[in-house]
C-alpha cells in the first residue's frame, strides 16, 4: 500500500482526486492539508509513502512546504497537482518530476501512479528522485516569503524582515527575533541561498544577518567588525575576516 497525503486549498480539487485514487487499491489516503502550515504538520506526523501538492497554497508555495521538510528520511515520493498550464510545467518535465494538470485527469493519473509504484519499489531510483526533487525545489525561482519555524508544537510563519539573526545553537538552527527564539529546519545554506540577499549578510560560517537589524557596528580584531543587533540583549556577532569586504561592500562607509 501507498499511503498518501493530498495537499490542496481547494476542496472541489481534493474531493476530485479523493474519488479518483479510491479506484487505485493500492492507495491508502491517510489525509488531507489546505495550506502550508498545515501540509509541513501533516507531513511529519503521518509520513506518507506518497504526497500530492499543489503549488500555490496559503502560507507556504509547495516549494517552501518541501524545503520545510527536506530532512525526512524516508522523503516521500511526490505528485505535483497545479493549475499552471504546460508551459510553465516544462521545467518538471524536463526533470522527470510527476505533475498532474487540475482538473485531474484518470488516465494521466495512471500513468503517474504507475511511476509512483515502480520508484517506491526500487530503493535506489526513490532514492534518486528525491534526490532530483530536492535539487529542483533548492534552485527554484520560489524565494521563502515565510519562514516556518518552531516552538515546541507549534508551527509559526515569521516574515524574513522580522527575523534579526539565524545562528546554530548545538548543531540547531534558530531563527532569533527581538524578543523570542525559535528552532528551524533549514540549514543555513538553504536560508542563505532562498532569502532576499541584500537583507540577510552570511557574517560568519554560523551566523546569517538581517542588515536592517543591525542597531550598530563596532570595530574589531584586526580591522573586523562586531555587529550588535537589535535585541533586547544588544547581542554582538562577529564578521568573520573573510566576510569584511563584501559587508564593506553591502553597507558602503563602513
Known amino acids: 500500500?501507498?499511503?498518501?497525503?493530498?495537499v490542496d486549498d481547494e476542496e472541489p480539487a481534493r474531493s476530485w482526486l479523493s474519488r479518483l485514487l479510491h479506484s487505485h487499491q493500492d492507495i491508502d489516503i491517510v489525509g488531507f492539508a489546505q495550506d502550508g502550515p498545515e501540509a509541513v504538520e501533516?507531513?511529519?506526523e503521518m509520513r506518507p509513502d506518497l504526497l500530492f501538492?499543489?503549488?500555490q497554497l496559503p502560507g507556504l508555495t509547495g516549494f517552501e512546504v518541501l524545503q520545510s521538510v527536506r530532512h525526512l528520511?524516508?522523503?516521500?515520493l511526490v505528485i505535483f497537482a497545479t493549475g499552471y498550464d504546460q508551459h510553465a510545467l516544462?521545467?518538471?518535465e524536463a526533470d522527470a518530476l510527476a505533475y498532474l494538470l487540475k482538473p485531474v485527469e484518470p488516465e494521466r493519473l495512471s500513468l503517474v501512479l504507475d511511476r509512483a509504484r515502480r520508484l517506491h519499489s526500487t530503493f535506489g531510483e526513490k532514492e534518486q528522485e528525491s534526490r532530483r526533487l530536492l535539487d529542483v525545489v533548492g534552485s527554484s525561482p520560489f524565494k521563502l516569503r515565510k519562514v516556518i519555524c518552531r516552538r515546541r508544537d507549534r508551527f509559526v510563519l515569521i516574515p524574513p524582515e522580522e527575523i534579526l539573526w539565524f545562528g546554530i545553537d548545538g548543531g540547531i538552527v534558530r531563527a532569533h527575533r527581538a524578543t523570542d527564539t525559535y528552532w528551524v529546519n533549514y540549514q543555513l545554506n538553504e536560508l542563505e541561498a532562498n532569502l532576499p540577499p541584500r537583507l540577510f549578510f552570511r557574517a560568519r560560517r554560523e551566523a546569517l544577518v538581517n542588515v536592517d537589524r543591525i542597531r550598530e557596528v563596532k570595530p574589531y580584531f584586526k580591522g573586523g567588525y562586531l555587529l550588535v543587533m537589535a535585541?533586547?540583549?544588544?547581542t554582538e556577532i562577529a564578521v568573520s575576516e573573510r566576510q569584511v569586504r563584501l559587508f564593506r561592500q553591502l553597507i558602503p562607509g563602513i
Open 1 to 6: 500500500m501507498l499511503r498518501s497525503l493530498i
Open 90 to 92: 516544462a521545467a518538471f
Open 73 to 76: 528520511a524516508p522523503f516521500p
Open 231 to 234: 535585541d533586547a540583549a544588544a
Open 53 to 55: 501538492l499543489d503549488i
Open 42 to 44: 501533516k507531513i511529519e
